[in-house]
């Protein structure tokens, strides 16, 4: 039996005990608990000190472990309705990023999921990396703003071309990026164009930094020239929002002469580009196109990366890269949010990038995101053949358009009804949308077959 398990195997022992005592009652000494469950000292140490954190039990050197008294429950509610005054307007919107349906329960079937499933994770490489990173010299001393040289220098690597690590600034993931990224380039109030459909969360951290997203359409090659033209002239916006390899949540990736044109039709209007590069490392085995970002000398592009989503949720690691005052702008939002990224997380997301397991991990990664992909796909055809669904060439998600006349928000709820969530298509929008959709990950999902048998219950919840 492993460590992990044995230590929780005594967790659960001594909660069940300890709901069968009386406050005062003193719990079996250490020695006890370690000859009667065959562990080791150090594991019944941890289990105790976790408990104590908690409030459960007290500790009293030379007497023992001791159940903590009950807390009492306080006389009346509290009462907090002045702050429904206090805080005024809402300028934090979080309905586009929340589930209106609630958490699903545990065996749902997770089409809505952001990350890949746990399966698909390089836990053990990331174990190890944060295993050296924390022996790494100076490992736990402060980290350089801009974060460190030799992870600057990776994600420089990355985007290619003419970009260097003093181009790159280290944040906490793809969402903090954005945030500061809005933030610098557009004063509140002002306009920012956004692909229709596009992803749900720079809609919510635009408009908390106070501007106004305006929808630009998308077709099935991504952002529409003409269409970004016009909507410069008739706006006056100095920013705009793309993904332009393998579209959130369409999948489309913008041919070469589109991503010249786009950057060219800012350059003209005189504004940035915040490119969300956020499915570098979610091909399904295809090339990606270099960044937008990689031969704009003239800064027009703010490239935003992530490592989050091909690695682990909790690996909190992505970029901004950018040129010239705008950089100095981002720094400076850096250093009033948070000052720096944890130097340990910094350290192991370099260990990890110089593993031989992390190639190996990708090269996995997009055989097992190309094959689910196939699968959902398929069901889908057969099972729902009246939706209209593309198949991307890489990312986490499918796009899929529903008949005229549906309607996305009852099928969302029957589909939770019968065990499966997804994410209706509203939420992808910035105004109206022409249509009804849902997006649907075959990331998430424990395996293929159960991305068979959600399919199958689609088709139920839309009959």
């Not at 990026?177 to 557009?186: D, G």
């Not at 424990?446 to 199958?456: K, Q």
Request: hydrophobic share 45%; charged share 20%; with cysteine.
């Amino acid at each position: 039996m492993s460590e992990s398990s044995t230590y929780d195997g005594l967790i659960a022992t001594l909660r069940a005990l300890l709901s069968t005592m009386a406050p005062g009652e003193r719990l079996p000494s250490s020695r006890d608990l370690v000859e009667q469950h065959r562990i080791s000292p150090a594991t019944v140490t941890r289990a105790i000190a976790l408990l104590a954190a908690e409030g459960v039990v007290v500790t009293r050197p030379g007497s023992g472990t001791y159940v903590a008294p009950r807390p009492r429950q306080p006389a009346a509610r509290a009462d907090t309705g002045w702050q429904t005054v206090a805080l005024t307007d809402r300028t934090v919107d979080t309905r586009s990023v929340i589930d209106d349906l609630g958490p699903p329960t545990e065996g749902t079937i997770r089409f809505d999921g952001g990350y890949p499933h746990d399966s698909l994770r390089p836990t053990a490489a990331l174990s190890a990396a944060l295993g050296r990173a924390g022996r790494r010299p100076g490992a736990w001393d402060r980290a350089p703003a801009a974060g460190l040289a030799t992870l600057r220098s990776l994600f420089a690597t990355s985007a290619g071309g003419t970009v260097t690590a003093d181009d790159v600034l280290v944040t906490a993931g793809g969402q903090s990026a954005l945030s500061m990224a809005l933030r610098a380039v557009a004063a509140p109030g002002s306009p920012i164009l956004v692909e229709s459909p596009t992803y749900p969360g720079v809609v919510a951290a635009a408009r908390a930094a106070g501007l106004r997203p305006v929808p630009v359409p998308v077709d099935g090659d991504g952002l529409r020239p003409g269409l970004l033209s016009e909507a410069f002239a008739m706006t006056g916006a100095r920013v705009l929002y793309c993904q332009p390899n393998f579209h959130n949540p369409t999948g489309a990736v913008l041919p070469p002469q589109r991503r010249r044109e786009i950057v060219d039709i800012a350059r003209a209007a005189g504004a940035f580009v915040i490119e969300d590069d956020f499915s570098r490392f979610l091909t399904h085995g295809r090339t990606v196109p270099a960044p937008l970002a990689a031969d704009d000398r003239d800064g027009t592009v703010v490239q935003v990366t992530s490592l989050t989503k091909p690695a682990a949720p909790s690996l909190r690691i992505g970029a901004i890269v950018a040129r010239g005052p705008v950089m100095a702008r981002i720094r400076a939002v850096r250093l009033v949010d948070d000052a720096f990224i944890a130097r340990p997380l910094q350290e192991a997301a370099v260990e990890l990038l110089t593993s031989p397991a992390w190639e190996r991990h990708l090269r996995a990664l997009a055989a097992a995101l190309r094959d689910r992909c196939r699968v959902l796909a398929d069901a889908l055809g057969r099972e729902c053949p009246e939706w209209t669904v593309t198949l991307p060439e890489g990312g986490l998600h499918l796009w899929a358009a529903l008949p005229p006349g549906s309607s996305e928000q009852r099928l969302a709820l029957a589909a939770r009804e019968l065990g499966v969530a997804v994410n209706p298509g509203r939420k992808f929008f910035a105004a109206e949308p022409p249509g009804a959709f849902v997006r649907l990950s075959f990331a998430a999902a424990a395996d293929t077959a159960e991305l068979v048998t959600g399919a199958r219950l689609l088709a139920q919840a839309g009959a």
